[in-house]
Nanobody, 128 residues
Framework: VQLQASGGGSVQAGGSLRLSCAASGRGFIGPDMGWFRQAPGKEREIVAAIKWSGDVTFYAAAVKGRFTISRDNDKNTMYLQMNSLKPEDTAVYYC??????????????????????WGQGTEVTVSS
């Protein structure tokens, strides 16, 4: 399975971006998927995660109310709509998938170590 993230760019504070993560290949059963970010000099952190069904989601406190995660399983694509962007949102954003059976587990994966497939990252820069 390969993950391809896209949609990053440079915006001013208050602006919006929509990230996409396209998955190709087979082998997963209803994987949990997530968006992570890593700013210069900082550790990678979770931004948001979503179950296969799309009805269970998680948001980091820093983005709750501003970002929305969604997925279209027919298109094998996950999205992150980012509104009201702030300079502190500047980072490289990664999409990731947990290859374990997400349908058979009620708990949503939100820890970095739970994700074993990663996209290449897309850079988001927010200027003040």
């Amino acid at each position: 399975v390969q993950l391809q993230a896209s949609g990053g760019g440079s915006v001013q504070a208050g602006g919006s971006l929509r990230l996409s993560c396209a998955a190709s290949g087979r082998g997963f059963i209803g994987p949990d998927m997530g968006w992570f970010r890593q700013a210069p000099g900082k550790e990678r952190e979770i931004v948001a995660a979503i179950k296969w069904s799309g009805d269970v989601t998680f948001y980091a406190a820093a983005v709750k109310g501003r970002f929305t995660i969604s997925r279209d399983n027919d298109k094998n694509t996950m999205y992150l709509q980012m509104n009201s962007l702030k300079p502190e949102d500047t980072a490289v954003y990664y999409c990731a998938a947990d290859s374990r059976d997400g349908i058979g587990r009620w708990q949503l994966s939100i820890m970095t170590y739970e994700y074993d497939y990663w996209g290449q990252g897309t850079e988001v820069t927010v200027s003040s």
